[in-house]
T-cell receptor, first 115, second 116 residues
Framework: ETGVTQTPRHLVMGMTNKKSLKCEQH?????MYWYKQSAKKPLELMFV???????ENNSVPSRFSPECPNSSHLFLHLHTLQPEDSALYLC??????????????FGDGTRLSIL | DQQVKQNSPSLSVQEGRISILNCDYT??????FLWYKKYPAEGPTFLIS?????DKNEDGRFTVFLNKSAKHLSLHIVPSQPGDSAVYFC???????????????FGQGTTLQVKP
C-alpha cells in the first residue's frame, strides 16, 4: 500500500469544466510536489510545497491552481484546461525539501483526459 | 535541453543475467542521483540512490555506479528476475542550486523486459 494516495485515478473532463485532483500522504512528510507526465516525455515538476508554503512554481499556466491546506493534503484545481493538458498527474512527498538521502515517494497518479 | 538522458528506450534481458541501465547527465551541479521503477498504472517507486561523494551504492540485487568525470550513472540488477520488468527512471538533483527546492530532474525512462 502506497503512503501517498491520489484521487481520482481517472478523470475525463471538458475544456469548460472545473475539477480538482486530491493527494494525501500518510508518511508525516513536510514537502509535497505535483508532477506532470505527458506521453513519451520525462516527468515535469509543476509545484513544490514545504510546510504548506509554495516554494516553486515551475512556469505552470494559471489554469492549474495548487492548494496545500495542511502538510498531509495537496490539491490541484483545474479550470478551462486544453487538450494538451491530458497527461498523468503525479503527487509526491518527501520528509523535507532537501533531497539528500530523502527520496520522493509517489502516488499512483491521476490519468486526466481533456475532451 | 534535457539535463538527464536515458538513451536506451528499452532493454531485454534473460532471467538470471545482469541488467545494466544507463543514464547520462549534463549539469555538473547535480550531486544526488536516484533510480525509480514504475509498473503500469502505478506511480514511480524509489529503488536506490547515490550521492556524489560516492561512486557505488549497493542494495541487495541493485547496485548504482556513478562516474562523475563522465557524468554517467548506471544501475545494475543481478540476477535479473521477471518481476523486475518495468520502466526505470533515473533522476538527479542539486543541493547547491540557487533555489534549493529539492527539484528532481528525470530522464525519459528505459523499459526493461526480463524474459523467463
Amino acid at each position: 500500500e502506497t503512503g501517498v494516495t491520489q484521487t481520482p485515478r481517472h478523470l475525463v473532463m471538458g475544456m469548460t469544466n472545473k475539477k480538482s485532483l486530491k493527494c494525501e500522504q500518510h508518511l508525516g512528510h513536510n514537502a509535497m510536489y505535483w508532477y506532470k507526465q505527458s506521453a513519451k516525455k520525462p516527468l515535469e515538476l509543476m509545484f513544490v510545497y514545504s510546510l504548506e508554503e509554495r516554494v516553486e512554481n515551475n512556469s505552470v499556466p494559471s489554469r492549474f491552481s495548487p492548494e496545500c491546506p495542511n502538510s498531509s493534503h495537496l490539491f490541484l484545481h483545474l479550470h478551462t484546461l486544453q487538450p494538451e493538458d491530458s497527461a498523468l498527474y503525479l503527487c509526491a512527498s518527501s520528509q523535507d525539501l532537501l533531497p539528500m538521502n530523502q527520496p520522493q515517494h509517489f502516488g499512483d497518479g491521476t490519468r486526466l483526459s481533456i475532451l | 535541453d534535457q539535463q538527464v538522458k536515458q538513451n536506451s528506450p528499452s532493454l531485454s534481458v534473460q532471467e538470471g543475467r545482469i541488467s545494466i541501465l544507463n543514464c547520462d547527465y549534463t549539469n555538473s551541479m547535480f550531486d544526488y542521483f536516484l533510480w525509480y521503477k514504475k509498473y503500469p498504472a502505478e506511480g514511480p517507486t524509489f529503488l536506490i540512490s547515490i550521492s556524489s561523494i560516492k561512486d557505488k551504492n549497493e542494495d541487495g540485487r541493485f547496485t548504482v555506479f556513478l562516474n562523475k568525470s563522465a557524468k554517467h550513472l548506471s544501475l545494475h540488477i543481478v540476477p535479473s528476475q521477471p518481476g523486475d520488468s518495468a520502466v526505470y527512471f533515473c533522476a538527479a538533483s542539486s543541493s547547491r542550486s540557487s533555489s534549493n527546492t529539492g527539484k528532481l530532474i528525470f530522464g525519459q525512462g528505459t523499459t526493461l523486459q526480463v524474459k523467463p
